[in-house]
Protein backbone atom coordinates (compact mmCIF):
# COMPACT_ATOMS: atom_id res chain seq x y z
CA UNK A 1 0.00 0.00 0.00
CA UNK A 2 3.09 2.36 0.62
CA UNK A 3 4.31 1.73 -2.73
CA UNK A 4 1.33 2.82 -4.38
CA UNK A 5 0.89 6.06 -2.58
CA UNK A 6 4.47 6.63 -3.13
CA UNK A 7 3.30 6.60 -6.74
CA UNK A 8 0.10 8.22 -6.85
CA UNK A 9 2.24 11.29 -5.68
CA UNK A 10 4.33 10.76 -7.76
CA UNK A 11 1.52 10.71 -10.47
CA UNK A 12 0.31 13.83 -8.69
CA UNK A 13 3.30 16.04 -9.46
CA UNK A 14 3.83 15.17 -12.93
CA UNK A 15 -0.04 15.51 -13.97
CA UNK A 16 0.74 19.14 -12.28
CA UNK A 17 3.73 20.11 -13.91
CA UNK A 18 3.51 18.86 -17.26
CA UNK A 19 -0.72 19.21 -17.81
CA UNK A 20 0.35 18.16 -21.67
CA UNK A 21 -1.72 20.84 -23.61
CA UNK A 22 1.32 22.99 -24.15
CA UNK A 23 1.43 22.14 -28.21
CA UNK A 24 -2.47 21.36 -28.92
CA UNK A 25 -4.56 23.42 -31.56
CA UNK A 26 -6.81 26.21 -29.76
CA UNK A 27 -9.66 24.87 -27.86
CA UNK A 28 -11.97 27.01 -30.66
CA UNK A 29 -10.58 24.95 -33.33
CA UNK A 30 -10.68 21.78 -31.13
CA UNK A 31 -14.47 21.97 -30.42
CA UNK A 32 -14.90 23.22 -34.32
CA UNK A 33 -13.34 20.50 -35.31
CA UNK A 34 -14.78 17.79 -32.54
CA UNK A 35 -18.07 19.23 -33.75
CA UNK A 36 -17.08 17.93 -37.49
CA UNK A 37 -15.95 14.62 -37.00
CA UNK A 38 -19.14 13.61 -34.64
CA UNK A 39 -21.22 15.02 -37.53
CA UNK A 40 -19.14 12.67 -39.70
CA UNK A 41 -20.10 9.62 -37.21
CA UNK A 42 -23.76 10.47 -37.64
CA UNK A 43 -23.77 10.60 -41.43
CA UNK A 44 -22.35 6.90 -41.64
CA UNK A 45 -24.70 5.96 -39.08
CA UNK A 46 -22.14 3.93 -37.16
CA UNK A 47 -23.24 5.36 -33.77
CA UNK A 48 -25.04 2.91 -31.84
CA UNK A 49 -28.18 3.91 -30.06
CA UNK A 50 -28.38 1.10 -27.48
CA UNK A 51 -30.42 2.46 -24.10
CA UNK A 52 -28.58 0.04 -21.97
CA UNK A 53 -25.63 0.06 -22.73
CA UNK A 54 -25.35 3.65 -23.45
CA UNK A 55 -26.67 4.41 -20.21
CA UNK A 56 -24.25 1.81 -18.35
CA UNK A 57 -21.21 4.11 -19.94
CA UNK A 58 -22.91 7.18 -19.44
CA UNK A 59 -23.11 6.26 -15.81
CA UNK A 60 -19.49 5.02 -15.49
CA UNK A 61 -18.38 7.96 -17.78
CA UNK A 62 -19.73 10.68 -15.96
CA UNK A 63 -19.10 9.32 -12.13
CA UNK A 64 -15.37 9.88 -13.84
CA UNK A 65 -15.40 13.53 -15.20
CA UNK A 66 -17.89 14.43 -12.16
CA UNK A 67 -14.95 14.95 -9.25
CA UNK A 68 -12.11 16.43 -12.22
CA UNK A 69 -11.64 20.43 -11.74
CA UNK A 70 -13.53 22.81 -14.77
CA UNK A 71 -12.59 21.25 -18.45
CA UNK A 72 -12.58 23.14 -21.53
CA UNK A 73 -15.04 20.87 -22.96
CA UNK A 74 -18.42 19.03 -22.06
CA UNK A 75 -17.43 14.72 -22.25
CA UNK A 76 -19.84 13.04 -23.84
CA UNK A 77 -19.78 9.14 -24.53
CA UNK A 78 -20.75 6.72 -27.45
CA UNK A 79 -21.14 3.63 -28.75
CA UNK A 80 -19.86 2.55 -31.99
CA UNK A 81 -21.31 -0.29 -33.64
CA UNK A 82 -18.30 -2.53 -34.48
CA UNK A 83 -17.26 -5.73 -33.23
CA UNK A 84 -13.33 -4.58 -32.87
CA UNK A 85 -11.73 -4.18 -29.46
CA UNK A 86 -11.13 -0.47 -29.33
CA UNK A 87 -12.17 2.91 -27.25
CA UNK A 88 -10.77 6.27 -28.45
CA UNK A 89 -10.89 10.44 -27.19
CA UNK A 90 -11.70 12.33 -30.11
CA UNK A 91 -10.73 16.57 -30.38
CA UNK A 92 -13.64 17.97 -28.00
CA UNK A 93 -13.82 15.46 -25.23
CA UNK A 94 -15.73 12.94 -26.88
CA UNK A 95 -15.16 9.86 -25.87
CA UNK A 96 -15.95 6.22 -27.82
CA UNK A 97 -16.28 2.64 -27.53
CA UNK A 98 -16.82 0.02 -29.65
CA UNK A 99 -19.57 -2.89 -29.01
CA UNK A 100 -16.55 -5.04 -29.40
CA UNK A 101 -14.81 -3.66 -26.31
CA UNK A 102 -18.05 -4.12 -24.07
CA UNK A 103 -18.33 -8.08 -25.62
CA UNK A 104 -14.93 -8.54 -24.16
CA UNK A 105 -14.92 -7.45 -20.79
CA UNK A 106 -15.99 -8.91 -17.35
CA UNK A 107 -17.12 -6.19 -15.35
CA UNK A 108 -17.83 -2.54 -14.18
CA UNK A 109 -13.82 -2.14 -13.20
CA UNK A 110 -12.78 -3.07 -16.12
CA UNK A 111 -14.76 -0.60 -18.34
CA UNK A 112 -14.24 2.15 -15.83
CA UNK A 113 -10.20 1.91 -16.71
CA UNK A 114 -10.85 2.40 -19.95
CA UNK A 115 -13.20 4.88 -19.84
CA UNK A 116 -10.68 6.36 -17.76
CA UNK A 117 -7.79 6.05 -19.77
CA UNK A 118 -9.56 7.63 -22.92
CA UNK A 119 -10.42 10.99 -20.22
CA UNK A 120 -7.33 11.32 -19.44
CA UNK A 121 -6.39 11.71 -22.90
CA UNK A 122 -8.82 13.97 -23.42
CA UNK A 123 -8.08 15.57 -20.19
CA UNK A 124 -4.43 15.92 -21.30
CA UNK A 125 -6.09 16.98 -25.10
CA UNK A 126 -3.72 14.03 -26.37
CA UNK A 127 -5.23 14.19 -29.88
CA UNK A 128 -5.12 17.72 -30.57
CA UNK A 129 -1.67 17.85 -30.04
CA UNK A 130 -1.14 14.97 -32.18
CA UNK A 131 -3.27 16.87 -35.07
CA UNK A 132 -0.90 19.75 -34.55
CA UNK A 133 2.00 17.77 -34.51
CA UNK A 134 0.80 16.84 -37.91
CA UNK A 135 0.59 20.07 -39.20
CA UNK A 136 -3.00 19.20 -40.50
CA UNK A 137 -6.15 21.24 -39.46
CA UNK A 138 -8.68 21.51 -42.38
CA UNK A 139 -11.36 21.16 -40.43
CA UNK A 140 -13.60 19.18 -42.63
CA UNK A 141 -10.93 17.00 -44.57
CA UNK A 142 -9.30 16.26 -40.95
CA UNK A 143 -12.56 15.35 -39.73
CA UNK A 144 -13.15 13.16 -42.66
CA UNK A 145 -9.89 11.67 -42.16
CA UNK A 146 -9.67 10.85 -38.11
CA UNK A 147 -13.44 9.33 -39.00
CA UNK A 148 -11.54 6.78 -41.19
CA UNK A 149 -8.34 6.37 -39.05
CA UNK A 150 -9.86 6.06 -35.14
CA UNK A 151 -12.84 4.22 -35.71
CA UNK A 152 -10.82 1.26 -37.06
CA UNK A 153 -7.74 0.90 -37.27
CA UNK A 154 -7.84 -2.21 -39.35
CA UNK A 155 -10.59 -1.14 -41.85
CA UNK A 156 -10.10 -3.70 -43.86
CA UNK A 157 -11.55 -5.93 -41.05
CA UNK A 158 -13.70 -4.00 -39.21
CA UNK A 159 -17.54 -2.88 -40.15
CA UNK A 160 -17.76 0.64 -39.09
CA UNK A 161 -14.42 1.30 -40.47
CA UNK A 162 -15.07 0.02 -43.80
CA UNK A 163 -18.13 2.57 -43.79
CA UNK A 164 -15.59 5.43 -42.95
CA UNK A 165 -12.55 4.94 -44.75
CA UNK A 166 -12.12 8.24 -46.51
CA UNK A 167 -9.38 8.37 -49.42
CA UNK A 168 -6.21 7.41 -49.16
CA UNK A 169 -5.28 10.63 -47.43
CA UNK A 170 -6.67 8.30 -44.18
CA UNK A 171 -3.55 5.60 -44.62
CA UNK A 172 -0.83 7.98 -45.12
CA UNK A 173 -1.80 10.06 -42.07
CA UNK A 174 -2.98 7.59 -39.43
CA UNK A 175 0.97 7.66 -37.83
CA UNK A 176 1.22 11.08 -37.32
CA UNK A 177 -2.50 10.73 -35.54
CA UNK A 178 -1.41 7.66 -33.05
CA UNK A 179 -0.52 8.82 -29.32
CA UNK A 180 2.65 8.58 -28.09
CA UNK A 181 4.09 6.34 -25.66
CA UNK A 182 4.05 9.36 -23.11
CA UNK A 183 0.72 10.67 -23.94
CA UNK A 184 0.00 6.73 -22.91
CA UNK A 185 1.45 7.02 -19.28
CA UNK A 186 0.16 10.37 -18.72
CA UNK A 187 -3.40 9.12 -19.57
CA UNK A 188 -2.92 6.08 -17.27
CA UNK A 189 -1.65 7.88 -14.96
CA UNK A 190 -4.21 10.48 -14.88
CA UNK A 191 -6.68 7.31 -14.83
CA UNK A 192 -5.27 5.65 -11.95
CA UNK A 193 -6.43 9.20 -10.01
CA UNK A 194 -9.72 9.78 -11.62
CA UNK A 195 -10.69 6.20 -10.21
CA UNK A 196 -9.43 6.62 -7.01
CA UNK A 197 -12.28 9.50 -6.19
CA UNK A 198 -14.92 7.06 -7.96
CA UNK A 199 -15.38 3.83 -6.19
CA UNK A 200 -13.78 1.95 -8.88
CA UNK A 201 -11.36 -0.10 -8.64
CA UNK A 202 -7.86 1.52 -10.90
CA UNK A 203 -6.85 -2.50 -11.27
CA UNK A 204 -9.63 -2.34 -13.73
CA UNK A 205 -7.13 -0.59 -16.09
CA UNK A 206 -4.71 -3.53 -16.01
CA UNK A 207 -7.28 -5.91 -16.54
CA UNK A 208 -8.91 -4.94 -19.29
CA UNK A 209 -5.52 -4.55 -20.93
CA UNK A 210 -4.57 -7.95 -19.52
CA UNK A 211 -7.75 -9.35 -21.19
CA UNK A 212 -7.79 -7.37 -24.53
CA UNK A 213 -4.04 -8.39 -25.30
CA UNK A 214 -4.26 -11.90 -23.95
CA UNK A 215 -7.90 -12.33 -25.81
CA UNK A 216 -6.64 -10.76 -29.13
CA UNK A 217 -3.51 -10.47 -30.31
CA UNK A 218 -2.55 -11.88 -33.10
CA UNK A 219 1.21 -10.96 -34.08
CA UNK A 220 2.24 -7.53 -35.72
CA UNK A 221 0.44 -8.14 -39.01
CA UNK A 222 -2.62 -8.17 -36.99
CA UNK A 223 -2.37 -6.37 -34.02
CA UNK A 224 -6.18 -4.96 -32.30
CA UNK A 225 -7.30 -1.77 -33.66
CA UNK A 226 -6.88 -0.71 -29.92
CA UNK A 227 -2.99 -1.39 -29.38
CA UNK A 228 -2.62 0.20 -32.76
CA UNK A 229 -4.11 3.70 -31.46
CA UNK A 230 -2.58 2.87 -28.39
CA UNK A 231 1.24 2.21 -28.46
CA UNK A 232 3.52 0.92 -25.98
CA UNK A 233 1.64 -1.78 -24.40
CA UNK A 234 3.84 -3.95 -22.79
CA UNK A 235 5.37 -0.93 -20.83
CA UNK A 236 2.13 0.43 -19.83
CA UNK A 237 1.47 -3.12 -18.58
CA UNK A 238 4.99 -3.09 -16.63
CA UNK A 239 4.04 0.16 -15.54
CA UNK A 240 0.58 -0.38 -14.19
CA UNK A 241 1.64 -3.84 -12.47
CA UNK A 242 4.49 -1.77 -10.61
CA UNK A 243 2.23 1.19 -9.56
CA UNK A 244 -0.64 -1.40 -8.51
CA UNK A 245 0.87 -4.10 -7.28
CA UNK A 246 -0.32 -3.62 -3.41
CA UNK A 247 -3.34 -1.34 -4.58
CA UNK A 248 -5.76 -1.82 -1.73
CA UNK A 249 -9.00 0.89 -2.21
CA UNK A 250 -8.68 3.61 0.95
CA UNK A 251 -10.69 3.01 4.09
CA UNK A 252 -13.44 5.97 2.96
CA UNK A 253 -13.68 5.18 -0.70
CA UNK A 254 -16.66 5.95 -2.02
CA UNK A 255 -19.03 3.28 -3.36
CA UNK A 256 -19.44 3.36 -7.60
CA UNK A 257 -23.23 4.67 -8.59
CA UNK A 258 -25.84 2.52 -8.94
CA UNK A 259 -25.76 0.32 -12.57
CA UNK A 260 -27.19 -2.50 -14.43
CA UNK A 261 -25.53 -6.08 -14.40
CA UNK A 262 -22.77 -5.61 -16.29
CA UNK A 263 -23.15 -8.98 -17.43
CA UNK A 264 -26.59 -8.47 -18.30
CA UNK A 265 -25.72 -5.43 -20.49
CA UNK A 266 -22.73 -7.62 -22.32
CA UNK A 267 -24.81 -10.27 -23.33
CA UNK A 268 -27.51 -8.22 -24.58
CA UNK A 269 -24.67 -6.16 -26.57
CA UNK A 270 -23.56 -9.73 -27.69
CA UNK A 271 -26.85 -11.08 -28.03
CA UNK A 272 -28.32 -8.15 -30.52
CA UNK A 273 -25.39 -7.34 -32.57
CA UNK A 274 -23.14 -9.79 -32.21
CA UNK A 275 -22.17 -12.43 -34.63
CA UNK A 276 -24.94 -15.47 -34.34
CA UNK A 277 -22.45 -18.30 -35.93
CA UNK A 278 -19.50 -16.76 -33.57
CA UNK A 279 -21.66 -16.21 -30.65
CA UNK A 280 -24.33 -18.73 -30.61
CA UNK A 281 -21.69 -22.19 -29.85
CA UNK A 282 -19.59 -19.94 -27.22
CA UNK A 283 -22.87 -19.63 -24.90
CA UNK A 284 -24.37 -22.89 -25.72
CA UNK A 285 -21.06 -24.04 -24.09
CA UNK A 286 -21.17 -21.67 -21.52
CA UNK A 287 -24.93 -22.38 -20.61
CA UNK A 288 -23.72 -26.31 -20.61
CA UNK A 289 -21.25 -25.30 -17.45
CA UNK A 290 -23.88 -22.73 -15.88
CA UNK A 291 -26.99 -23.74 -16.56
CA UNK A 292 -28.74 -21.15 -14.15
CA UNK A 293 -27.12 -17.98 -15.84
CA UNK A 294 -29.78 -15.89 -16.62
CA UNK A 295 -27.37 -13.00 -19.24
CA UNK A 296 -26.53 -16.47 -20.89
CA UNK A 297 -30.22 -17.62 -21.34
CA UNK A 298 -30.90 -13.82 -22.44
CA UNK A 299 -28.26 -13.37 -24.60
CA UNK A 300 -28.99 -16.82 -26.13
CA UNK A 301 -32.31 -16.13 -26.65
CA UNK A 302 -31.79 -12.68 -28.67
CA UNK A 303 -29.08 -14.47 -30.61
CA UNK A 304 -31.76 -17.30 -31.78
CA UNK A 305 -34.37 -14.72 -32.67
CA UNK A 306 -32.00 -13.11 -34.78
CA UNK A 307 -30.51 -16.48 -36.55
CA UNK A 308 -34.54 -17.07 -37.47
CA UNK A 309 -34.86 -19.53 -34.58
CA UNK A 310 -37.48 -17.93 -32.87
CA UNK A 311 -39.11 -20.23 -30.88
CA UNK A 312 -35.74 -21.49 -29.39
CA UNK A 313 -35.33 -18.08 -29.19
CA UNK A 314 -38.43 -17.19 -27.46
CA UNK A 315 -37.82 -20.36 -24.93
CA UNK A 316 -34.43 -18.84 -23.50
CA UNK A 317 -36.01 -15.57 -22.59
CA UNK A 318 -38.82 -17.09 -20.97
CA UNK A 319 -36.32 -18.89 -18.98
CA UNK A 320 -34.22 -16.07 -18.18
CA UNK A 321 -37.62 -14.23 -17.38
CA UNK A 322 -38.97 -17.30 -14.88
CA UNK A 323 -35.18 -15.96 -13.13
CA UNK A 324 -35.82 -12.48 -13.04
CA UNK A 325 -39.12 -11.83 -13.45
CA UNK A 326 -39.68 -7.96 -13.69
CA UNK A 327 -36.35 -7.55 -15.61
CA UNK A 328 -37.09 -4.85 -18.24
CA UNK A 329 -34.49 -5.51 -20.65
CA UNK A 330 -35.83 -9.08 -20.78
CA UNK A 331 -39.60 -8.19 -21.16
CA UNK A 332 -38.62 -5.99 -24.14
CA UNK A 333 -36.79 -8.41 -26.42
CA UNK A 334 -39.87 -10.84 -25.41
CA UNK A 335 -42.15 -8.32 -26.72
CA UNK A 336 -40.22 -8.06 -30.08
CA UNK A 337 -39.86 -12.05 -30.54
CA UNK A 338 -43.43 -12.21 -29.71
CA UNK A 339 -44.30 -9.43 -32.71
CA UNK A 340 -42.06 -11.51 -35.34
CA UNK A 341 -43.80 -14.61 -34.41
CA UNK A 342 -46.56 -13.28 -35.09
CA UNK A 343 -48.34 -13.64 -31.64
CA UNK A 344 -49.04 -10.09 -31.41
CA UNK A 345 -51.84 -10.32 -28.43
CA UNK A 346 -49.14 -11.81 -26.17
CA UNK A 347 -46.30 -9.14 -27.25
CA UNK A 348 -49.19 -6.27 -26.32
CA UNK A 349 -49.63 -7.68 -22.75
CA UNK A 350 -45.97 -8.05 -22.24
CA UNK A 351 -45.38 -4.36 -23.55
CA UNK A 352 -48.27 -3.11 -21.72
CA UNK A 353 -46.45 -4.22 -18.92
CA UNK A 354 -43.75 -1.73 -19.09
CA UNK A 355 -44.92 0.74 -20.96
CA UNK A 356 -43.84 3.13 -18.04
CA UNK A 357 -40.56 2.16 -17.48
CA UNK A 358 -37.93 5.30 -16.99
CA UNK A 359 -35.46 3.68 -19.67
CA UNK A 360 -37.21 1.34 -22.07
CA UNK A 361 -40.57 2.72 -21.53
CA UNK A 362 -40.66 4.39 -25.13
CA UNK A 363 -38.84 1.30 -26.54
CA UNK A 364 -41.76 -0.53 -25.32
CA UNK A 365 -44.13 1.54 -26.28
CA UNK A 366 -42.77 1.57 -29.76
CA UNK A 367 -43.03 -1.80 -30.30
CA UNK A 368 -46.47 -1.87 -28.64
CA UNK A 369 -46.95 0.18 -31.81
CA UNK A 370 -46.27 -2.15 -34.21
CA UNK A 371 -48.28 -4.79 -32.99
CA UNK A 372 -51.10 -3.13 -32.72
CA UNK A 373 -50.96 -2.37 -36.53
CA UNK A 374 -50.76 -5.77 -37.29
CA UNK A 375 -54.05 -6.20 -34.97
CA UNK A 376 -55.57 -3.41 -36.31
CA UNK A 377 -55.76 -0.65 -33.28
CA UNK A 378 -54.45 1.96 -36.03
CA UNK A 379 -55.67 4.84 -33.19
CA UNK A 380 -53.89 3.66 -30.05
CA UNK A 381 -50.89 2.77 -32.94
CA UNK A 382 -50.79 6.18 -33.79
CA UNK A 383 -50.66 7.75 -30.66
CA UNK A 384 -48.09 5.57 -29.44
CA UNK A 385 -45.57 6.39 -32.47
CA UNK A 386 -46.55 10.34 -31.88
CA UNK A 387 -45.34 10.02 -28.24
CA UNK A 388 -42.22 8.27 -29.61
CA UNK A 389 -41.62 11.23 -32.01
CA UNK A 390 -42.75 13.66 -29.66
CA UNK A 391 -39.60 12.87 -27.35
CA UNK A 392 -37.48 13.16 -30.00
CA UNK A 393 -34.63 10.36 -29.18
CA UNK A 394 -31.60 9.28 -30.86
CA UNK A 395 -33.07 5.96 -32.48
CA UNK A 396 -36.22 5.85 -32.74
CA UNK A 397 -36.02 6.62 -37.06
CA UNK A 398 -37.72 3.40 -37.27
CA UNK A 399 -41.09 5.18 -35.26
CA UNK A 400 -41.48 7.07 -38.88
CA UNK A 401 -41.62 4.24 -41.15
CA UNK A 402 -44.27 2.95 -38.93
CA UNK A 403 -46.68 6.38 -39.23
CA UNK A 404 -46.34 6.19 -43.24
CA UNK A 405 -47.46 2.52 -42.60
CA UNK A 406 -50.40 3.92 -40.79
CA UNK A 407 -50.72 7.06 -42.94
CA UNK A 408 -51.30 4.87 -45.87
CA UNK A 409 -53.60 2.24 -44.25
CA UNK A 410 -55.74 5.52 -43.84
CA UNK A 411 -55.48 6.69 -47.49
CA UNK A 412 -53.45 9.58 -46.47
CA UNK A 413 -50.77 9.30 -49.04
CA UNK A 414 -49.23 12.93 -49.04
CA UNK A 415 -48.91 12.20 -45.06
CA UNK A 416 -47.61 8.84 -45.97
CA UNK A 417 -45.19 10.07 -48.70
CA UNK A 418 -43.86 12.96 -45.77
CA UNK A 419 -43.29 10.40 -43.08
CA UNK A 420 -41.26 7.59 -45.56
CA UNK A 421 -39.22 10.54 -46.69
CA UNK A 422 -38.75 11.51 -43.09
CA UNK A 423 -37.43 7.93 -42.13
CA UNK A 424 -35.15 7.59 -45.06
CA UNK A 425 -33.73 10.64 -43.94
CA UNK A 426 -32.13 9.66 -40.44
CA UNK A 427 -31.10 6.54 -42.05
CA UNK A 428 -29.27 8.80 -44.15
CA UNK A 429 -31.01 7.35 -47.39
CA UNK A 430 -30.79 10.93 -48.92
CA UNK A 431 -32.04 9.98 -52.88
CA UNK A 432 -35.00 7.79 -51.32
CA UNK A 433 -35.94 10.72 -48.91
CA UNK A 434 -35.85 13.48 -51.31
CA UNK A 435 -37.78 11.34 -53.81
CA UNK A 436 -40.74 11.08 -51.04
CA UNK A 437 -40.28 14.47 -49.37
CA UNK A 438 -41.09 16.04 -53.35
CA UNK A 439 -43.77 13.57 -53.59
CA UNK A 440 -45.46 14.83 -50.37
CA UNK A 441 -44.78 18.45 -51.53
CA UNK A 442 -46.89 17.90 -54.75
CA UNK A 443 -49.97 16.67 -52.49
CA UNK A 444 -50.25 18.54 -49.65
CA UNK A 445 -52.25 21.29 -48.79
CA UNK A 446 -51.90 21.91 -45.44
CA UNK A 447 -49.67 25.07 -45.19
CA UNK A 448 -47.61 23.87 -41.78
CA UNK A 449 -46.87 20.24 -43.33
CA UNK A 450 -45.16 21.77 -46.23
CA UNK A 451 -43.04 23.93 -43.99
CA UNK A 452 -42.23 20.83 -42.81
CA UNK A 453 -41.21 19.26 -46.01
CA UNK A 454 -39.40 21.86 -47.24
CA UNK A 455 -37.16 21.97 -44.23
CA UNK A 456 -36.61 18.28 -44.60
CA UNK A 457 -35.70 18.92 -47.93
CA UNK A 458 -33.60 21.78 -47.01
CA UNK A 459 -31.39 20.06 -44.54
CA UNK A 460 -30.89 17.05 -47.18
CA UNK A 461 -29.40 19.56 -49.32
CA UNK A 462 -27.57 20.72 -46.78
CA UNK A 463 -26.18 17.28 -45.77
CA UNK A 464 -25.72 16.78 -49.44
CA UNK A 465 -23.24 19.64 -50.04
CA UNK A 466 -20.92 18.60 -46.83
CA UNK A 467 -20.72 15.17 -47.98
CA UNK A 468 -19.54 16.56 -51.20
CA UNK A 469 -16.58 18.51 -49.71
Not at 96 to 118: C, K, P, Q, T, Y
Request: aromatic share 8%; hydrophobic share 40%; glycine share 8%.
Amino acid sequence: MRRFKQAISLIICIVLLFPGSTFAISIPDELKLGKEYLQQLKNKGVILHDPVAQKMIDIVGNAIVKPLPPQPFHFDFFMINDDSFNAFATPAANIFVHRGLIASLDNMDELAGILAHEIGHAVGRHVSQSIDRSKIVATGSLAGMLAGILVGAAAGSSEAGQALTIGSMAAGQSAMLTYTRENETEADQKAVLFLEKTGYSPKGILDSLLKIRQTDYQGIENIPDYFKTHPGTATRVSHLSGILADYKPPVNSPLPPKNFDYNMVKYRVIGLYGDTDTYIPKIEIALQNDPDNVAFHYGLGLLYGRDTRMNEGIEQLNKALAKDPFEPMILLELGRLYIRNTEYTRAITILDSMADDPLLGDWAILNRSVAQIQTGNLPAAQRGLEHVLGNSKPGFEEANYHMAEIMSRQSKQALSNYYLGVYYARIHDERNAARQLERALDTLDDEKMREKVEKELENLKRTGKKSAH
